[in-house]
């Protein structure tokens, strides 16, 4: 589940959520034709949302025991320099910056879930949203000046934009 395509397109980065020989999701790296299967991440019993970097050197992803206590990762292409970015709250929904700098995801460290950014190596994390309601699955916009992301602030599942430093909500 969730292939991401390198951003050259040579690669696709997905997670397997289990199956025959496999007990939990892990992530996986393959060539865009198929071939080439590699396991690059089995961090948890979970480990799923990979996300490429823009310069195509590393991905994030989300991994815990269950989606319940699951913390942002990254970890280079070749399976090399795993590193923890976050410890509190349950995490998800990595999604890097076109730059590469950043990475914004949600999290329910402070109760529920909110839309929080970072520095690429895990430094500097903030909260960009701030409300009773839902808010999850944010996405950088291709020039990096906005963030779009999901709330359930009506009470629905709605799309709403906000800059990338959390202002201007709507």
Known sequence: TSPRFSPDGTKIVFNDRGGA???????FLMNAD??????LANVAADD?????????KRIAFAAGANSESAQIYVINVDGTG????????????????????????????????EIYVMNGDGSTQSRLTNNTATDYAPVWSPDGSKIAFVSLR?????????????SAQS
């Open 154 to 166: 009506d009470g629905n599942p709605e799309i709403y934009v906000m800059n990338a430093d959390g």
């Open 48 to 56: 799923f949302g990979p996300a490429w970097a823009p310069d195509g």
């Open 82 to 113: 795993l590193q923890q970015l976050t410890a509190t709250g349950t995490n998800g929904g990595p999604d890097w910056s076109p730059d590469g700098s950043k990475i914004v995801f949600n999290s329910d460290r402070d109760s529920n879930f």
């Open 21 to 27: 020989g496999v007990p939990d999701g892990d992530i």
């Open 34 to 39: 198929g071939t080439g299967v590699t396991l």
